[in-house]
């Protein structure tokens, strides 16, 4: 077999002219960032994309995963997911609270007929992520979330673009983070969004952002203690030229699904993700399962994949209470499914430049290689 070389992912970039001419505004302001026309012209195209009123902006969507759980003011336990990027545990910890880890399902994401369980007295909230761009199950979730008094944030970071029913994601849930890190469908380069529901959390995210000193005051007082979360100036440009590109490349990545769920479904032992209806998916990342019916294990295919020049992506291999920061602490931890999908689950190359016969190719080597 032929050796090709395919990257596992790209970043979606405008024409270099586009994002030229949108930053030239800069350079005759003087204001590459504290709240300038780019950032705010990109909150209100936000906002009016995902037909949601309340968008701030962040310089990444870590600091805005932190700055939503203080705007909460929460104390305690909350529930979540360890099968996830680091950031969701760490702005968890990093905020004073206590994960405790429930299991997932074959959605990838925090399974709901285990929450209750895992509820205690102590139990403030459920912070978990819409892994793969897949959304959660979000009305049950929302179901127990009610009966128990409990606040949801949803960790989006890999969701921009993903519906329910015709809704938002965001539309879900007191709070949802969003990540616009280059790697990610839409991209400013790097910068976070957070959405959400109650107006009277702007104030208090505004101060954070901005080190507590509220913008446009003539005070020299500090009314929260905040951090530099601010999106700058450029980051806002890349977001603008960007956001109207967005639909089509989701719609170019729908089909490349398609084609990988037609390519693969007569291969034994690969199991590809199946997508519902009522959902329009952004279609992040394409996960398959490798079960001991293909022959080989996961690993072995990533491997001899990357033989061939194709890179694909073990996420996530380990769950987040087993890296070496946090598997010494007393966590609650129910995860057994979890510690199965870590070990079977493989991420293809996904981005709207791949061409038909990339995705032909990868299949075939894939079928060979059994």
């Known amino acids: 077999m032929n050796k090709v070389e395919i990257k596992a992912t790209r970043p979606v970039m405008p024409e270099l002219s586009s994002y030229v001419q949108e930053i030239q505004s800069i350079w005759a302001s003087g204001i590459m960032t504290n709240n300038g026309e780019k950032v705010k012209k990109f909150g209100e195209m936000l906002a009016d994309y995902l037909k949601c009123k309340n968008v701030d902006l962040f310089v990444n969507g870590h600091s805005a995963l932190l700055l939503a759980i203080k705007a909460m003011d929460l104390e305690g336990e909350v529930i979540t997911s360890p099968f996830t990027f680091v950031s969701t545990t760490n702005a968890i910890i990093q905020s004073g609270l206590t994960p405790v880890f429930g299991d997932i399902d074959e959605s990838y994401n925090l399974c709901p007929d285990g929450i209750e369980e895992l509820i205690t007295s102590n139990t403030c909230a459920i912070i978990t992520p819409h892994i793969f761009g897949i959304p959660c199950d979000v009305e049950r979730i929302e179901e127990i979330a009610k009966k128990y008094g409990l606040k949801v944030i949803y960790d989006g970071a890999q969701a921009f673009g993903t519906r329910i029913k015709g809704k938002a994601v965001c539309a879900y849930g007191d709070i949802t983070m969003f990540s616009f890190h280059a790697i990610k469908v839409f991209n400013s380069i790097e910068g ?133 920061c946090y598997k010494n602490r007393d966590y609650v931890r129910k995860t057994e499914y979890a510690d199965r999908i870590k070990d079977i689950t493989l991420d293809l190359p996904m981005y709207g430049t791949l061409v038909d016969e990339e995705i032909i190719d990868i299949c075939r080597i894939i079928k060979e290689l059994r």
């Open 192 to 324: 976070g969004a957070l959405v959400y529901q109650d107006s009277a959390l702007h104030r208090s995210l505004e101060l954070c952002r901005n080190f507590g000193v509220s913008y446009g005051e003539e005070s020299n007082d500090v009314l929260a203690c905040g951090m530099n979360a601010k999106m700058n100036e450029f980051q806002a440009a890349m977001g603008i030229v960007n956001l109207p590109l967005h639909d089509t490349e989701v719609a170019k990545r729908k089909r490349l699904a398609q084609m990988y769920c037609e390519c693969l479904k007569d291969i034994e032992g690969i199991h590809t993700y199946s997508y519902k209806k009522d959902i329009d998916y952004n279609y992040a990342y394409f996960p398959i399962k490798v079960t001991e019916e293909y022959g080989m294990s996961r690993d072995e295919l990533w491997k001899k994949l990357k033989g061939f020049g194709i890179e694909t992506r073990k996420l996530y291999d380990k769950l987040t209470c087993d890296y070496s």
